[in-house]
């Protein structure tokens, strides 16, 4: 039963990775049809993160007094009501008022599963489950490629994957006597998201989870613009490397699974870091074959990293605290990824792309002094 249950959380893992991909894939076709400038995506995926963010800080006491199940399969259908919205609106007011429960739905779920497989499954779950977020990510872009050219058009692709949504809702509700097994922890954390700064370490994987999602969602943005424009690399050549990225994370959090039980979570972490700085240091170096393979490199090197900062979080902190500390992990993450890359963007307008590989490597140096201190204080 417990196998069982497992599965249900990977195609829950996937139904959360499938709605990240659409809004840019549909964009294109979308801004058109509404007729809205290209900048509005971001409006849009600002209201969806606000929203992620919101509901991440307030899993702590959704989850202790529903439990884990009830609140993934009620957000993934909160999620397709979402993405239903999406594909029935008519112009850009409803798509912001649709981002809303979008956001919301979407927090809830990745806090929710993060804490509850960190408490009852092993080091390689914690991977394999993020493996099948990149699955669904994937995936989707496919949907909507294939609705697009198959005269269904971008309202087709969201109504296509609110309905996978709405069945893998219907398989959780179904599966909900199945989490029963939990041992209860869920219901007993003893801190608010406002109070978890104050928990023994607390900052340290706070930041560091901050600086892994600003590394990651930075370096996936911009490095196609970054190949082009300073070494020369063909735009169709640069856009096949920069999803090699998104690829050897997927990949690598694949293989991960095999070794993490034996590595430990820490060791990954440090393992994934050591790669990161391979990756991000081979941009540096002045010839422009260099950078391709380096881009594969720091994308192998990020796979481990937010699986085993997530599994590691009840030894850390103790299992009553774990879903406080992981439902702030997620807004920190979010947090990241949702202002750091915007913020290169300014660096790039005003400066150049050309300090594209030192901002990644200060992220991957600022995780490796926090997670560092962290173990430190853990050892004392």
């Known amino acids: 039963m417990f196998s069982m249950l497992l599965a249900i959380i990977y195609l829950a893992f996937i139904s959360l990775g499938l709605p990240d991909s659409l809004l840019g894939s549909a964009w294109p076709v979308m801004r058109g049809e509404l007729g809205v400038p290209v900048s509005y995506a971001g409006t849009v995926s600002m209201i969806i993160a606000g929203g992620t963010i919101l509901s991440s800080l307030m899993s702590d006491r959704l989850t202790r007094k529903l439990g884990p199940g009830p609140v993934t399969a009620a957000s993934t259908a909160l999620t397709a009501v979402a993405l239903l919205g999406f594909s029935m609106a008519g112009s850009f007011a409803p798509l912001c008022l649709f981002a809303v429960p979008y956001g919301l739905g979407a927090g809830a779920i990745d806090a929710a599963l993060n804490n509850y497989v960190a408490l009852h499954y092993r080091s390689r779950h914690m991977n394999w489950l993020h493996c099948f977020w990149g699955v669904g990510a994937a995936v989707s872009p496919y949907i909507m490629s294939a609705c697009l050219t198959g005269d269904f058009g971008w309202r087709g692709g969201y109504r296509t994957v609110a309905g996978i949504q709405l069945v893998l809702a219907a398989a959780l509700f179904a599966s909900l006597p199945l989490w029963n097994k939990r041992t209860g922890t ?195």
Not at 252 to 259: A, T
Not at 334 to 355: E, M
């Open 186 to 380: 869920e219901k007993t954390a003893a801190h608010r998201a406002g109070k978890v700064w104050k928990i023994k370490g607390a900052k340290y994987i706070l930041i560091a989870f901050f600086g892994y999602c600003a590394l990651e969602t930075t370096a996936g943005l911009w490095a196609t613009s970054y190949l082009v424009a300073e070494r020369g690399i063909a735009a169709e050549t640069a856009a096949g490397y920069a999803s090699l990225f998104y690829l050897g994370i997927t990949g690598g959090r694949f293989v991960c699974g095999f070794v993490s039980d034996r590595i430990g979570d820490r060791n990954m972490i440090r393992l994934g870091l050591a790669v990161i700085a391979a990756g991000t240091a081979s941009l540096w170096l002045p010839w422009s074959g260099a950078a391709l393979p380096g881009l594969v490199v720091a994308g192998l090197g990020c796979a481990p990293i937010y699986p085993s900062i997530i599994h590691s979080t009840p030894a850390n902190f103790g299992a009553e605290n774990s879903q406080s500390i992981v439902g702030v992990q997620m807004a920190s993450a979010y947090t990241g990824s949702t202002f750091v890359p915007p913020l290169f963007g300014i660096i790039a307008n005003h400066i150049s792309l050309a300090p594209y590989p030192a901002f990644l490597f200060f992220f991957a140096v600022l995780m490796f002094l926090m997670t560092e201190a962290l173990n430190r204080l853990q050892t004392r």
